[in-house]
């Protein structure tokens, strides 16, 4: 006679993580941070004496969500994470010229 024992309750444990990417106030934070940079940027830089004409909209009441479509846009195509953009800084500030200069 053998005896049976059943196998022990494997329960997995399920981990979920929140996705930051879709933070509405990092998004918000991030943005306007770019933003100053962006005035900093057409006010201090040569390279960006071209797109100057463009700093009355930076500045203005939709100049945030102006930078916000093109850091989405290098988020999205870039395959990145909007709080990694402060350590591509370079990138993002050749890829705000290039859409700026291409409006």
């Known amino acids: 006679m053998s005896k049976y024992f059943p196998p022990p309750i494997f329960i997995p444990t399920i981990h979920q993580y929140q996705n930051v990417n879709m933070d509405e106030n990092l998004q918000a934070s991030v943005s306007n941070k ?27 009441p939709n100049g945030e969500t102006i930078i916000r479509k093109i850091l989405n846009l290098f988020v999205v195509r870039g ?11 370079t990138l993002v500030k050749q890829f705000i010229l290039h859409k700026l200069k291409s409006i």
């Open 34 to 60: 770019f933003r100053l940079y962006t005035i900093d940027w057409m006010k201090n830089d040569k390279s960006y004496k071209s797109v100057k004409k463009y700093m009355k909209y930076i500045q203005g």
């Open 79 to 89: 395959n990145t994470n909007w709080y990694d953009l402060e350590l591509q800084i």
